[in-house]
């Protein structure tokens, strides 16, 4: 008898659908010199749009020095690593751009992963395996990246309540006080755009006898006198033992990293599955990361350009009455509640209005929390921030979508957006 394998693999996509989470990708092509817009391959032919919901949050992948760095190692070292870290793949740029990442954070040592994913995956593992008798406390909304590390572990976690800081301690001190602990949190929620309060995290750590992971993905570039981050900008970042990031953000490239002891880092460098038995990074990916972080080490340009555009845009979408969630960052979430409704305005932006903002639904976020997600970059201009305002009050119109404030009139009413300085 021959099994009908696919037929596995088809009732789990149906299941994907029912559950109203089946996801649909844009083929979209950036342009470089032209960032925020792009081409989408739509069905019926190209068509030039503007992304709002890119993780690239400064442009640096499309900034003249990244892009040099990169075509200029590639005409002198060739495309790929060779090999893993362990064989033949540890040339001279990743060595470079380790320093430079250990000097961004002010730490003894960095080691750069394939990505931000199994820097953590690999990372929070490798330290709590190697940790006797180790116990995770672990944010509640943590990303994947860092659940899966948690999990892998195979130590004892516990979970503690998003940012609630007296139940972490609650759980430290129900821990016998000589066992070793590591809070793994990260600095900046993604989805949500808030900030854990890092201090208070430190303080708990030092009272208590624990390590410290953080998670700096979505600051790194983007806070902080130098762009190293969250707890750059609090002035607490030397009180952090592990320091996690990504170069795929913010610095515009690929792949991930942790900074912390030179006793740490050798030690996950030498027991890390995922450090050891994976190809390095190619060194045109590091020649242009290294550029990236030289030039936003010495910029605050781009910091401040940035937080500007992400101000205004909140100030026009909340005029215009649109459910603006609150955010102190760069991340601007807007709050639908319904999968299928977070696709329609998805759909519909993308179609009727050339923006290209796609839907964030469960499990990256909650059920009946399901959102846009929009990402203000340096390069999106005033007319643009307009016409984000103008076409998503459109959308939320023709879906029947509730509103902060009365929206009968909001077609015609100029002043609900496009006039916010």
Not at 95 to 114: R, Y
Not at 258 to 285: E, K
Not at 353 to 375: A, D, K, S
Request: proline share 6%; charged share 20%; hydrophobic share 40%.
């Amino acid at each position: 008898m021959v099994t009908n394998y696919d037929a596995f693999f088809l009732s789990a996509i149906a299941r994907l659908r029912t559950e109203r989470r089946y996801r649909v990708f844009a083929d979209i092509e950036r342009i470089a010199g032209r960032f925020p817009h792009a081409i989408w391959h739509a069905p019926q032919g190209p068509r030039d749009v503007v992304v709002w919901c890119s993780n690239d949050y400064l442009g640096m992948g499309q900034h003249a020095k990244v892009i040099g760095a990169m075509v200029e190692a590639a005409t002198r070292m060739g495309t790929g690593a060779g090999g893993t870290r362990n064989i033949s793949g540890t040339h001279h740029l990743v060595v470079d751009l380790e320093a430079e990442l250990a000097d961004l954070h002010g730490k003894p040592a960095a080691l750069v992963f394939t990505s931000g994913y199994v820097s953590n995956q690999t990372g929070i593992a490798t330290i709590a395996k190697l940790l006797p008798d180790c116990l995770i406390l672990s944010d509640a909304m943590n990303h994947n990246s860092m659940i899966e590390g948690v999990r892998q572990s195979g130590v004892e976690r516990q979970i503690w309540r998003h940012n609630d800081v007296a139940h972490l301690e609650g759980l430290l001190q129900a821990t016998a006080a000589g066992r070793p602990k590591l809070i793994a949190c990260e600095s900046l929620y993604s989805m949500d755009g808030d900030v854990a309060p890092i201090r208070q995290i430190c303080d708990l750590a030092e009272r208590y006898g624990a390590m410290t992971y953080l998670d700096e993905v979505h600051a790194v570039g983007m806070y902080g006198p130098r762009g190293a981050g969250i707890a750059a900008r609090e002035g607490v970042m030397n009180r952090i033992d592990v320091i996690e990031g990504t170069l795929a953000k913010a610095f515009g490239c690929l792949g991930g990293y942790i900074a912390g002891s030179t006793a740490l880092v050798d030690a996950v460098r030498s027991y890390a599955p995922g450090f050891i038995f994976t190809s390095a990074l190619p060194p045109p990916v590091c020649a242009a990361a290294t550029a990236a972080i030289r030039h936003l080490k010495a910029s605050s340009w781009e910091r401040d350009q940035q937080q500007n555009r992400a101000a205004r845009v909140k100030a026009v979408l909340r005029s215009a009455g649109l459910p603006v969630m609150p955010s102190d960052t760069h991340i601007v979430p807007l709050l639908i509640g319904d999968p299928e409704k977070s696709k329609m305005a998805s759909d519909l932006l993308l179609s009727r209005h050339g923006i290209y903002i796609q839907p964030i639904n469960y499990p990256t976020v909650p059920e009946g929390t399901e959102r846009l997600r929009i990402t203000p970059t340096p390069c999106h201009d005033d007319p643009m921030i307009d016409q984000l305002g103008a076409a998503l009050a459109d959308v939320w119109i023709d879906l029947g979508l509730p509103f902060s404030c009365r929206s009968s009139d909001l077609r015609s009413n100029k002043t609900c957006f496009g006039s916010t300085p």
